[in-house]
């Protein structure tokens, strides 16, 4: 492959291309060029190279089309709807097309990070544009090489052809097609002529996937490879004091066991570099059980780790900051979070007059809602693979953001970042837990130390207790009706360990003339970050679930209010700052009391909620229906409407939304992580509950708003509302509100 | 250490372990066959599971030395290209969202399907609720598990 110096990319011009040695097209091209400056992604401060080629197209002679998907892979499908978006521009057979995951090259790819419902949404121009632009090359190649005139030349399903009769596939024009200067202001297809897009297409590694190939980060294995395990603190607040490993090293197949520093004092952490344990005792060893065995028979001495500092970096700027060292017991975290709520706390944002709204209302409403740690419980627990010498590093896992953890990386090997090779294998699931490279950084310091190739793994138990969680969260809305039960004001104020939930300019602001939303935070020593669709998964139950109490005291349907209040904040909004869009709001709730059949009397004895919310930048709403099985709150059906602009892989889109259902129903009523003296009380799934083939629904049907409007993400915003409908359908088949996560264990407490 | 001659996906294989290793590790470590994953170790979330003489077993929980002359089948021995009916159901559904769990998934249905080769919902239910997954496609695990039972050439029983 003969590849030009990324590096001299400008950042203007996004596509370049260039020649095969084997023969044919390479185009590559940049994703940055999808951001809108209002985009939370770009507020990183991402270094100025990410902004350079990140994916690649090749046409070899023998006319296979490879597509490099440059984003990690976690079931959200972006192998196969990422090279869709090429193949529509490109007029090729999906036939014909390759997909390969690239590797990571912070220099080469840009960050490739898998999140924030980004994937599709920042790709969607970009790959257009790279697709249209190699269309045209191959287009002009064929027009020189026949003599005629470029317009005169047109394609289909990967073929170039002339009314003359002349025709060639694109493998025979793509040499040449690689010496032609990159076109600039294609014209992109107009989505009524899609034929790519907007129809499913099976998973690229579906068979993969079910004849057991190795994909996942877990599989990964090279000759000499050692196994590393970490034995961490059993509880947040402690740290090793020392250890006895006489018993371990007499174990068959055991190699080493040390310490290790993560991070050295005064390391400064940027914005995903975790610390959850500073001191790791490692063990290492030939095979997975030999390792796990031998783990066992350490014998070590905790002690309080106290007060810790950190020194923080990214977004906020250099600041230190006191980790407290308490041991946290769930009780006393709910206890800590009450007295924190009689504090002051900071206004996020304030419209109108709301305590004049307040004092003169004539009912208040006012409801306080809890949520408790959640562990991600990715199926593929925590692992990766690394061989670190002195001169180079090459790593291998499951991983969602490459481009943040390289650099720190870099600075804890003291490599440079070019001699620092990280691959990226499919993962067995992600939800945010994977944005966080410190088993990474981990991996890469045990080999170091080790001198030996080595995968480290997390046991499901080091996962589940080892972990970035979901905070713990509270919020007390009120409400403020006058005596014509008219809605005059809204107050929120949230917060949580350690993180403060309140997304201040999301609905009902900009719908209510007299608002506030206030937060607060305690920190803590229980690290945490996203998960699925972070805070938007706490404040989508309880914002929905409050709005539901509003629309009954004020004798409304729950649909009609919402509308009322969208309809308020799209013609007339208060404030300037509204992160929605009340049209697509209003469009999925039509829709979704359309297709429901929302206020049609059913005799099935199945009970409705109904709940719908914005986030990251789609709209989603569902209705569930519910009954009593067994003593349990059962959904038995579920109805979905979503506006997530282009639907680019139809059939994979609605498989994510009825998995963001599932995965909502199962976190609302049984998930949860609590804590005795700062250990995890749950640890394997016998006592963490994760929802089960037969807790799950018989029928989820799931519909979306169609539009032409740019893909705006989707592995996220289906999640929230779930939460939301279940507590309002609980409500509605028990005749009792349910105010604390995981519902199901709510109800066996009153 | 102990010698064992295990009988995998029709294969022989001549490996010395400690007895007490579970067939899963036996299977990733030893043997290099991937495709049976690990997810608890405990024997409650199905992502290990095996047939041991055709029947499912989590073979986390199945230590090498109880596994004697019966033979082994895995997810790379169900079929050599996805022709089996329960994969080809699988890709049809286009089931799968992270992959992780569908080894297992998969290896439980045959075994369902094979003592019961048309199940009902509820069947479907009891018997694959010991396969976790944790992206939530249990609703097209049940679909293809039907398009497979219709596939087979077994009639349904009249019951
Ligand atoms: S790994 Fe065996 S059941 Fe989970
Ligand atoms: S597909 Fe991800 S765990 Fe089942």
Redesign the pocket.
């Known amino acids: 492959m003969n590849m030009e110096n990324p590096k001299t990319y400008s950042r203007r011009s996004f596509l370049k291309s260039s020649a095969l040695t084997s023969g044919g097209l390479m185009l590559s091209f940049t994703w940055l060029s999808g951001f809108r400056p209002a985009d939370k992604m770009a507020e990183l401060n991402l270094p100025e190279q990410w902004n350079q080629v990140t994916g690649y197209i090749q046409i070899t002679s023998d006319n296979m089309i490879k597509i490099f998907c440059p984003n990690p892979e976690f079931?959200q499908n972006v192998m196969t709807s990422l090279p869709m978006i090429v193949a529509e521009e490109l007029d090729i057979d999906w036939k014909n097309v390759v997909v390969e995951m690239s590797t990571h090259d912070n220099v080469k790819f840009g960050s490739q990070f898998t999140g924030g419902s980004n994937s599709v949404r920042m790709y969607w121009k970009p790959l257009r544009e790279a697709g249209a632009a190699a269309r045209q090359m191959l287009c002009q190649a064929a027009a020189d090489t026949w003599g005629v005139p470029l317009a005169e030349v047109t394609t289909k399903a990967g073929i170039l052809s002339h009314s003359s009769g002349k025709s060639a596939k694109y493998g025979e024009m793509a040499s040449k097609a690689a010496t032609i200067a990159v076109p600039k202001g294609m014209k992109l297809k107009d989505p009524k002529d899609f034929a790519v897009v907007r129809n499913s297409k099976k998973n690229v590694e579906g068979e993969k996937i079910v004849t057991g190939k190795p994909l996942f980060g877990l599989d990964y294995r090279v000759d000499g490879m050692l196994i590393a395990m970490i034995q961490h603190p059993p509880a947040f607040g402690l740290k090793l004091k020392s250890f006895d490993a006489s018993q371990t090293l007499k174990m068959p197949g055991i190699k080493d066991v040390f310490t290790l520093k993560l991070y050295e004092d005064g390391f400064q952490q940027g914005g995903f570099d975790t610390r959850t344990f500073n001191d790791l005792l490692v063990i290492v060893g030939n095979t997975t059980w030999e390792v796990m065995n031998a783990r066992k028979k350490l014998k070590v001495e905790w002690e309080q780790a106290g007060d810790v500092k950190d020194t923080l970096t990214g977004r906020g700027g250099k600041r230190e900051v006191i980790i407290p060292g308490r041991l946290e017991s769930s009780s006393n975290q709910l206890e800590m979070m009450q007295e924190r709520a009689k504090q002051p706390s900071t206004v996020l944002r304030k419209d109108g007059d709301p305590e004049t709204a307040f004092k003169n209302a004539s009912q208040i409403i006012e409801r306080t809602y809890n949520a408790p740690f959640l562990a991600h419980n990715c199926?593929e627990p925590i692992n990766f693979f690394a061989h670190v010498t002195d001169e180079e590093a090459l790593l291998a896992g499951p991983l969602q953001a490459p481009g943040w953890t390289e650099p720190t990386l870099s600075k804890l090997l003291n490599l440079p970042a070019d001699k620092i090779e990280i691959q990226m294998t499919r993962m067995?699931?992600g939800f945010g837990r994977r944005a966080y490279g410190q088993y990474l950084y981990e991996a890469a310091l045990i080999s170091k130390k080790a001198k030996a190739p080595i995968k480290l793994m997390y046991t499901r138990e080091d996962d589940m207790t080892y972990g970035i969680y979901r905070p713990m969260y509270t919020a007390t809305y009120r409400a403020a009706l006058d005596a014509n039960k008219k809605l005059i004001g809204f107050h929120v104020i949230g917060g949580g360990i350690p993180e403060n939930p309140v997304h201040a300019n999301r609905f009902p602001a900009g719908a209510i003339d007299n608002y506030l939303a206030e937060g607060w935070e305690i920190p803590s020593n229980i690290t945490i970050g996203a998960f699925r669709a972070p805070r938007s998964n706490f404040n989508a139950a309880a914002e929905q679930s409050f709005l539901d109490e509003v629309a009954e005291a004020m004798g409304k349907d729950p649909i009609a209010l919402r509308l009322e209040l969208l309809n308020r904040a799209k013609d007339n909004p208060v404030g300037k700052n509204n992160d929605y869009d009340a049209k697509r709001y209003i469009g999925v709730l039509e829709l979704l009391r359309e297709k429901s059949g929302w206020g049609k009397p059913e005799n099935s004895g199945r009970k409705r909620g109904v709940a719908a919310y914005f986030c990251h930048a789609s709209y989603a709403g569902h209705v569930v229906d519910m009954v009593m099985r067994d003593g349990q709150p059962y959904v038995e059906q579920v109805f979905s409407a979503v506006d997530c602009g282009v639907v680019v892989n139809p059939d994979a889109a609605i498989n994510m939304v009825q998995?963001a259902v599932v995965d909502g129903i199962g976190n609302s009523l049984y998930g949860a992580l609590t804590h005795k003296d700062g250990a995890p009380e749950q640890t394997n799934f016998h006592n963490y509950r994760i929802i089960r083939h037969n807790e799950a629904p018989k029928k989820i049907e799931v519909h979306f708003v169609e539009n032409d409007i740019d893909p705006t993400g989707l592995g996220e915003p289906p999640f929230p509302p779930v939460f939301g409908a279940v507590a309002n359908a609980l409500y509605k088949t028990t005749g009792k509100r349910y105010y604390n996560q995981p519902f199901a264990v709510d109800m066996t407490k009153s | 250490m102990a010698k064992y001659n295990l009988k995998v996906n029709g294969k022989n294989h001549l490996i010395d372990v400690d007895p007490s290793t579970p067939m899963l590790w036996v299977l990733r470590d030893h043997l290099n066959l991937q495709g049976t994953k690990y997810g608890c170790g405990v024997a409650m979330c199905g992502a290990c599971t095996v047939h041991l003489n055709g029947s499912a077993v989590r073979s986390c929980q199945l230590p090498v030395s109880a596994v004697g002359k019966q033979a082994i089948t895995t997810i790379e021995g169900l079929s050599a290209n996805a022709t089996h009916p329960v994969q080809k159901a699988w890709i049809e559904h286009d089931?799968?969202?992270?992959?992780?769990?569908?080894a297992g998934?998969i290896m439980s249905a045959t075994s369902l399907l094979k003592d019961n080769p048309h199940p009902s919902d509820e069947d479907i239910d009891g018997y694959m609720s010991g396969n976790?997954?944790?992206?939530?496609?249990y609703l097209r695990i049940k679909e293809a598990i039907k398009t497979a039972a219709k596939a087979s050439k077994t009639q349904p029983q009249k019951k």
């Open positions: 079931g199926l067995g699931g998995g | 089931v799968a969202q992270c992959g992780y769990c569908q998934q976790i997954c944790r992206c939530g496609t």
